[in-house]
């Protein structure tokens, strides 16, 4: 099994920047992609960001393009969201995931969520 962390969520004003950080443990040799998804209130879970165990080619959600920057450390089992420009759309529970391939629609580990508010 796999644990996921998160951390670094928060209240910010529209135009800040908050960084997300979500630490892997347990059987954390298995992981390959790691990512992030967010639920709004109301909405349904929706994919953010995702990047591979070789940090190359990281894949984003047309809506956080040019804002969000994903990033991962693999010496600390750790993934990071770097977000910027923030939108009061933005607003929702950011969730961290693993998965044992490639993140897809049903990432095989999800963390407990961390809660980002953006006030207008």
């Known amino acids: 099994q796999v644990q996921l962390v998160e951390s670094g969520g928060g209240l910010v004003q529209a135009g800040g920047s908050l960084r997300l950080s979500c630490a892997a443990s347990?059987?954390?040799?298995?992981?390959?992609?790691m990512g992030w998804f967010r639920q709004a209130p109301g909405k349904e879970r929706e994919f953010v960001a995702a990047?591979?165990?070789?940090?190359?080619?990281?894949n984003y959600a047309d809506s956080v393009k040019g804002r969000f920057t994903i990033s991962r450390d693999n010496a600390k089992n750790t993934v990071y969201l770097q977000m910027n420009s923030l939108r009061p759309e933005d607003t929702a529970i950011y969730f961290c995931?693993?998965?044992?391939?490639?993140?897809?629609?049903?990432?095989?580990?999800w963390g407990q969520g961390t809660q980002v508010t953006v006030s207008s």
């Open positions: 347990g059987r954390t040799y298995s992981i390959y992609g």
């Open positions: 990047i591979t165990r070789s940090g190359g080619s990281p």
């Open positions: 995931v693993a998965d044992r391939s490639i993140v897809g629609r049903r990432p095989d580990y």
